[in-house]
């Protein structure tokens, strides 16, 4: 496994406010604060091309970090369609949004591209760092260590209750920011909005991933902006948790809010799929009947994946 290097060692941290809350952005790697992070199985993963990324121990996740540990890969037909989507439009920025320990962003950065990570999980984005300390990628990784919703506030994330850290979800909101709170707390994370994100978004083509256990709807809700000036060509949503807690008002997305994030994106011309185990196009009119795990948002004017 190829060690830290001292080249690795700059490191920035920068604080923008913008209505009281921070936009925490980080470029470069501190080995210092990286070293302890996890333990020390940082393993090769078996994807083309392969990159090297470090894992959780199965006491607390036993989702991603054992998928990478027993078959090299996670989420396997999502990252050929991701490598597609990438090839087909290579000048486009990847944002992650839910990056959890970094899979999909160390695999873009490998390809040589552009990525923002976003992730409310301190201790997810620095596994992110250390993953971007070992492989010494070609690409240009910007990590912002917030959570995404429809307003810039103070979001309170769930606990790691069944060994799936990349489950931790918003659990509720408020309404002021706190002076005592960090960006850098498990617990109380500092949420900005899609279109707080345009200034760190290099390129105008765009391809998306997100992945925030059902708080997709309140994270596209404040995209407008974001939409007008970048070119999206794909949204790789997961659908599992919207769709579960569709019937559930106390939701980030319930019906009527699903409603209106499916209605936004046919309207800007994006087509729904679902696209595991068997691509089919989803009837926008009929969400409560997705049963898809995830859903491909492909713009009419993109290349099949």
């Known amino acids: 496994m190829p060690k830290l290097q001292d080249t690795f060692a700059s490191f920035m941290v920068v604080y923008f406010l913008v209505n009281n809350i921070h936009v925490a952005v980080y470029h470069g790697i501190d080995n210092s604060r990286i070293k302890n992070v996890c333990n020390d199985e940082c393993v090769q993963t078996t994807t083309d091309p392969k990159f090297n990324i470090c894992l959780y121990e199965i006491s607390e996740d036993i989702h991603v970090s054992s998928s990478i540990r027993l078959y090299g890969h996670w989420a396997n037909d999502l ?39 976003i992730e ?69 994370i500092e949420a900005i909005t899609m279109d707080d994100i345009l200034p760190y978004v290099a390129t105008t083509d765009v391809v998306i991933k997100i992945d925030i ?35 559930k008002s106390s939701t980030a997305c319930p019906l009527a809010a699903a409603h209106k994030m499916v209605a936004s994106l046919a309207a800007m011309g994006f087509i729904p799929f679902e696209y595991s185990p068997k691509q089919r196009i989803l009837d926008v009119n009929k969400i409560s009947s997705w049963t898809a795990y995830d859903i491909l948002w492909q713009h009419k004017a993109s290349l099949p994946v």
């Open 213 to 247: 256990e059902g708080y997709e709807c309140k994270a596209l809700e404040s995209s407008t902006q974001f939409f007008k000036v970048k070119t999206v060509y794909y949204i790789f949503m997961e659908w599992l948790v919207v769709g579960e807690r569709l019937r």
């Open 79 to 117: 990252t050929l369609k991701i490598h597609a989507a990438l090839t087909f439009y290579p000048n486009a920025t990847f944002i992650d949004i839910g990056a959890n320990i970094g899979y999909f962003t160390l695999y873009s950065c490998t390809l040589s591209k552009h990525v923002v990570a």
């Open 120 to 188: 409310a999980v301190s201790r997810n984005t620095q596994m992110v760092y250390k993953g971007l300390a070992l492989n010494r990628c070609k690409g240009n990784v910007i990590v912002l260590n917030n959570a995404i919703s429809n307003a810039r506030t103070i979001v309170h994330m769930s606990e790691n209750r069944y060994k799936n850290m990349g489950g931790l979800a918003v659990y509720k909101e408020e309404l002021t920011a706190h002076a005592e709170s960090s960006p850098n707390n498990l617990s109380w």
